[in-house]
């Protein structure tokens, strides 16, 4: 079976839906992969490091392959080149994406990956959302440290004691917990707050401070 990696065409989108080190796996599967020239290039991956594990470097990934996988779904001209029966492996964003109906149109297989299960399942290797979530938590308070006009720890220095930052997360989920972490590490003081009173006992497991904002009666209702 041939699968096809074809360059993301979103503004902004850097990544590439496969590495060397996967396409060798799907390559010692049995696979032929090919790969659309220049795809992996802003992920930091050259063409030369997919042709040494195997690949083939194609100008048009759509041609001939049964399997597409990308980072992004197909939009506009690229749906019209995937073939009967292809199956496109992606993040569609579904309930926004409003070009579902010509998947369909063409006979496409498409499998949303933001849609798998998440936890507790044998999809859970696959979770594309907790993944991103992490980095994006870990990169918002480099972005923010970046913004700060001053240093994040506390320094001592023969003028004096420079105190250290106090940051504020907002929600505790994965980006939430991993932008604690980052911090912490960075040398703020740390508070975090949740709609969830149970996620006190993970901010305090980071060495974060538990804020604990009071809510209404209806926020409660709708926490629980």
């Known amino acids: 079976m041939q699968i ?69 779904a197909p939009q506009g001209e690229e749906i019209q080149k995937l073939a009967p029966n292809t199956a496109v492996i992606a993040m569609f964003d579904p309930y926004r994406n409003t070009e579902l109906d010509q998947f369909a149109a063409q006979q496409v297989s498409a499998f949303a990956l933001e849609l798998l299960p998440r936890t507790l399942s044998r999809a859970q290797n696959m979770d594309v959302l ?51 972490a980052t ?3 960075l040398g703020a003081v740390v508070e975090a707050t949740d709609l969830r009173p149970t996620a006190r006992d993970q901010v305090e497991s980071l060495g974060g401070k538990w804020l604990d904002v009071p809510m209404s009666d209806e926020r409660k209702t709708k926490s629980c």
């Open 4 to 72: 096809g990696i074809p360059t993301e065409t979103v503004v902004g989108e850097n990544r590439v839906a496969a590495t060397p080190e996967t396409v060798k796996k799907l390559i010692s599967a049995g696979h032929t992969v090919v790969i659309e020239r220049r795809a992996g290039v802003k992920a930091a991956y050259i063409d030369n490091a997919y042709e040494q594990v195997g690949a083939k470097i194609t100008d048009d990934a759509y041609t001939g392959s049964q399997i597409i996988l990308k980072v992004r």
């Open 183 to 185: 911090a912490k590490r």
């Open 130 to 180: 907790s993944s991103q979530a992490n980095l994006a938590g870990y990169k918002s308070v480099l972005l923010a440290a970046a913004e700060y006009q001053r240093m994040f720890p506390m320094l001592m220095t023969a003028a004096g004691t420079v105190k250290p930052a106090r940051v504020v997360i907002m929600g505790v989920g994965v980006a939430g917990l991993q932008a604690i």
